[in-house]
């Protein structure tokens, strides 16, 4: 067997901690130097004897570790629909929630809106609202709005406004063009402590729509299945008569199928019209096919790193953590190697901390995940999965050192000042919707609130730097918030 034939496969699991064979197309991960190590938990036993030779140990719960490194970039777009990127799910499964940005064509207007400006329709009472990402006029005259949706969906000759603080006519900025309505328009990534699923009612939703709101428990019950329990962690709506979109924190059981959900408040019921599907924080299973074997790992989450160096493919990071399932003689797959295709490399970034365009050499990032085993006698090897128990993001920095009265670093650590970081791979904020934008394929970085930490002066080749250290922090109660990714 060839060390260097190897390969690593993903896939997201159906249940948290279900093996669900990743060794199928669509093949999903370009990893580069994967490494998979297993740990059998060794349990000493010994009986009194006549001497001090040792007896054999029994192994206890089997888990496994997997480190591979993938290229942070955008995957593009067909016919003008983005795709997301190989890495998101990876991602997804290490404490992070994907959301998907809206694209709106409107008419054009003079000032193009800023970026993290609220829009919404209908001025004061709007049925849809977002959070500005970016924005860029097209050839025939009108404007392209890419953004966060935050409540409902712009449709056809919505007239569009801005605000910070009220929505007033006088913050009108146009209307959308009658083939303008929402459409999908990139990927955006933050932070996410909950295990959220995804699960629709039938047609008839619930029995009263008077109850089942956010933070209730919920039962749900099935002949021939085990109840389920969880806890509504968001809806569309809790009207009778149309399906209902839910997001589910599972307790104990699975939501499945035709099952019944009773709010443990009121009691109102509703049926499920499907399996309830992971949506953000799922785990993964994972295999390594190596020369004539694959090792196989179920209930996966971990930890990511990004790496950025001046001039040099931006990369992503991944270590993760999961129960091992076993291994099985297989031939190396014929599908499983791609083409990486042509990193992002980090120059022409747009960096700047606190909007200053610091000269830096080197940015990390670090999620700072605490994973651990999430045990369970119930489950083969003694655990479902691993999960995320703990975050403290932090990171790196290397920028020139500038004379205090054009920045102090000193200050910012005394004062606990927080700062924001941000760059562009690919095309920045300004670039988008000219020439050598291609929709999909850039990866934004943005930092809203950095603590910094520390700051050794070295040298770089004869130059001044600073090795920051900083902490990602939020400023905001529900948190959620202190990094940000686009993928535009």
């Known amino acids: 067997m060839l060390e260097r034939v190897k390969d690593i496969f993903a896939r997201v699991e159906t249940g948290e901690g279900v093996w669900t064979d990743p060794l199928s197309a669509p093949y999903n991960v370009v990893a580069f130097d994967p490494e998979l190590t297993e740990e059998h938990e060794e349990i000493a036993r010994q009986t009194a004897g006549s001497s001090l030779s040792r007896r054999k140990t029994v192994v206890g719960r089997s888990t496994a570790s997997v480190n591979f490194t993938m290229d942070l970039r955008g995957s593009g ?3 003008g629909v983005p795709v997301e990127p190989e890495w998101g799910p990876i991602l997804q499964a290490c404490g992070m929630r994907m959301e998907t940005l809206g694209m709106i064509l409107v008419e054009n207007w003079a000032a193009p809106l800023a970026h993290k400006a609220v829009i919404g329709n209908h001025g004061s009472s709007p049925t849809a609202t977002g959070i500005a990402v970016g924005n860029y006029a097209t050839a025939a005259g009108h404007t392209i709005i890419l953004y966060i949706p935050t409540l409902g969906t712009f449709a056809n000759s919505d007239p569009v406004y801005k605000t910070t603080d009220e929505w007033s006519t006088s913050t009108k900025v146009a209307d959308v063009t009658s083939a303008g309505a929402t459409a999908l328009g990139g990927w955006h990534y933050v932070p996410e402590t909950k295990i959220r699923y995804q699960v629709a009612t039938s047609a008839a939703g619930w029995t009263t729509g008077a109850t089942t709101e956010v933070g209730e428990t919920v039962k749900g019950t099935k002949g021939g299945s085990p109840d389920a329990y969880g806890v509504i962690l968001a809806g569309s709506g809790l009207a009778t008569g149309s399906a209902q979109t839910l997001y589910i924190e599972p307790i104990i059981g699975t939501f499945v199928d035709a099952m019944v959900v009773t709010g443990q408040t009121n009691g109102d019921t509703a049926t499920l019209a499907a399996d309830a599907a992971p949506k953000d924080n799922w785990t993964l299973s994972v295999a390594e096919v190596l020369d004539g074997m694959a ?11 990004i790496v950025l160096s001046a001039g040099q493919p931006s990369q992503i990071q991944f270590e993760l953590k999961g129960m091992s399932e076993g291994e099985i003689d297989m031939v190396s797959l014929t599908g499983g190697t ?3 295709g042509a990193p992002l490399r980090f120059h022409l970034a747009e960096f700047s901390v606190d909007g200053i365009p610091f000269r830096t050499e080197a940015l990390e990032i670090d999620l700072g995940n605490a994973v651990n085993i999430r045990t369970d006698a119930n489950e083969e090897e003694g655990g479902v999965s691993h999960i995320v128990a703990d975050r403290d993001a932090k990171g790196t920095m290397t920028p020139e050192m500038v004379p205090p009265g054009t920045y102090s670093w000193r200050d910012r650590i005394k004062e606990s000042t927080l700062v924001a970081i ?8 300004a670039g988008i919707g ?3 934008h291609d929709l999909g394929s850039n990866v934004w970085i943005e930092i809203p609130s950095a603590q910094v930490l520390t700051r050794p002066l070295e040298s770089r080749e004869g130059i001044l730097v600073g090795n920051i250290g900083f902490a990602l922090r939020t400023e905001t109660i529900q948190g959620e918030d202190e990094l940000e990714i686009y993928v535009v």
């Open 77 to 79: 777009n067909v016919l």
């Open 295 to 305: 090792i196989k790992v179920r209930g996966c989450r971990g930890n990511a790193k």
């Open 338 to 340: 791609k083409d990486p």
């Open 422 to 429: 941000s760059t562009y791979l690919g095309v920045g904020l």
């Open 434 to 436: 000219l020439t050598g």
